[in-house]
Every structure is written in C-alpha cells, then in structure tokens.
C-alpha cells in the first residue's frame, strides 16, 4: 500500500486525495479482514452494500469510493501481486444526474448586499472572477497578489499551475480588504478574529453558508461561483476549450458539465423561431 500511495503522489495526487485513499482502503482491509490476495468481488459487493446503508451516503459518493479501490486493485494486478482484479465484475452505482444551476444576477446582488465583512465581499468576487476552486483560494498569499497587474497564479490539481484572472470589483474589494489588516499572517484571506489563522475550508464554506440564509439565496457554497463563472464566461461567447483550460480542468468532458445551464439559449432561440413563424 505505501508503494500504492507513493506512486500516486509522484503523480501529482495532493496530500489530501492520498488521505481519502488511505482511508477508504482501511477501511475495507479491517472490514474483510483477509489476505489482500484472497479477497473477492463478493467480498467488495457485500462491504459496499453495508458501507451505504451505515452511512446513507449518495451513490456519487460510492462510486468515488469504488473508483479508489478499483485504482488500488488495477495497480496490485499491474505489479503482479494479484493474478485477477476483484473490481472488474463491480458495477458503479446509478447517479440520478440533476442540473446544478448557477447562481443569477439577481441571487449575485443580494449575497454581496448581505455580506458583513470587507473581507466576506472580496472574497465572493475572486471566487467569481476567477472561478478558482475553494482549495486553492485557501492556499493563496498576499504576496501571490501583483496589484500592477489582474492576473494571479494558483496550483491547482496534482500541482499544475495555471493563470487566472481579477475583474474590477474583485480588484477593488481586494484590495480594501488588505487595507484595513492589521496582522502579518502571509495569507490572503484570513479568520476575522486573534490570532487571524488563515481560512480554511471549513471556514470558507461556513461564511457563504450564512451569507445564504441572511439574503434568502439558497445552496450557496463555494463551488458555485466556480459554476456561475464558468457559465457565464460561455455565454459571454468564450469558446469551450478556453474555458475548461481557465477552469483547469484535464478533460473537456468535465467542462461540458457546466454547458448544461445553457438550455436558457436553447429555450429563446426557439421561442424567436417560434414567434418568428
């Protein structure tokens, strides 16, 4: 299993996926409790099955688990350690694909109108302007921050580098917010409170929890913004590859997730045809 985990790391898998893997994968080893070679596909089936009844969790979230241990059962077949692989005969789990909108104008208003803090507002606008995911806002300095220019570096997934970018208001509020800290602490967003901790995902994910029930919006978290920019960048006519490569995203498929919000275009073009005849 170290050898598993250390493979995957010079991959460019971070720390906190390896964490998730170790942890699945121990808990599946001390359910079973038998030599790694003897275990069965019905051995995996039966442990999946107890695994979601105990914790009513949806089938996306099995299939992620059953994605870690089919990874760790191909790579024991590749290094010849298992003659077959168990995961071969294990279906995934059947996911009910709903839209996941973004947010609209009127929803992007009212959160900025109820945010309390400075530091609440600027950090609602990067995460639309740039449309970085949460865990890279968390890991930004201010020294990351070029205020002679709008563009900003963030490491994405497995490491890799990418630019993205500061509109007007994301630039403005940034900035007011550095200007009222009064602590020293590198990070770019940090704890409203002593000792002014950076934020954390939990954190992040808390303050926009609140923002969402004082101005009504619902299912409001960070990954929206992610959505809402990605959609908007599209019908603001941004061609689809540029926009998975400003998302940072390995596969197009991914992207095309976020085109599913464009029914909207969809639905007024034929309503014009329809007028039209």
Request: charged share 30%; hydrophobic share 35%; aromatic share 10%.
């Amino acid at each position: 299993m170290e050898c598993f985990f250390a493979e995957r790391e010079n991959e460019g898998l971070s720390k906190e996926t390896i964490k998730n893997y170790r942890m699945h994968l121990h808990f599946l080893f001390q359910d079973i409790n038998k030599n790694v070679r003897e275990i069965t596909d019905e051995d995996i089936n039966r442990y999946l099955k107890r695994y979601k009844e105990k914790r009513q969790v949806s089938n996306g979230y099995m299939n992620d688990i059953r994605h870690v241990f089919n990874s760790f059962f191909c790579w024991m077949q590749i290094k010849k350690h298992i003659a077959m692989n168990p995961m071969v005969s294990i279906r995934p789990f059947k996911e009910v694909k709903r839209i996941k909108r973004p947010f609209t104008g009127e929803q992007m208003e009212s959160m900025r109108s109820h945010c309390d803090r400075e530091r609440d507002l600027a950090l609602l606008e990067v995460l639309y302007s740039t449309a970085i995911r949460v865990g890279e806002v968390v890991k930004l300095n201010r020294s990351d921050i070029d205020f002679s220019d709008t563009g900003i570096i963030v490491f994405g997934k497995g490491n890799k580098e990418r630019e993205t970018y500061l509109n007007s208001k994301a630039f403005y509020h940034l900035k007011e917010y550095l200007k009222i800290r009064t602590d020293d602490n590198e990070a770019l967003f940090v704890s409203s409170r002593k000792p002014y901790q950076r934020l954390t995902k939990a954190g992040i994910q808390n303050i926009f929890r609140n923002i969402g029930k004082k101005s009504g919006v619902e299912k409001v978290h960070p990954h929206r913004f992610r959505r809402t920019a990605a959609t908007d960048l599209l019908r603001a006519g941004m061609p689809l590859e540029e926009v998975k490569e400003y998302l940072g995203h390995e596969k197009i498929d991914t992207t095309m997730i976020y085109c599913t919000v464009n029914q909207d275009n969809i639905k007024n073009c034929l309503l014009y045809t329809s007028d039209a005849a």
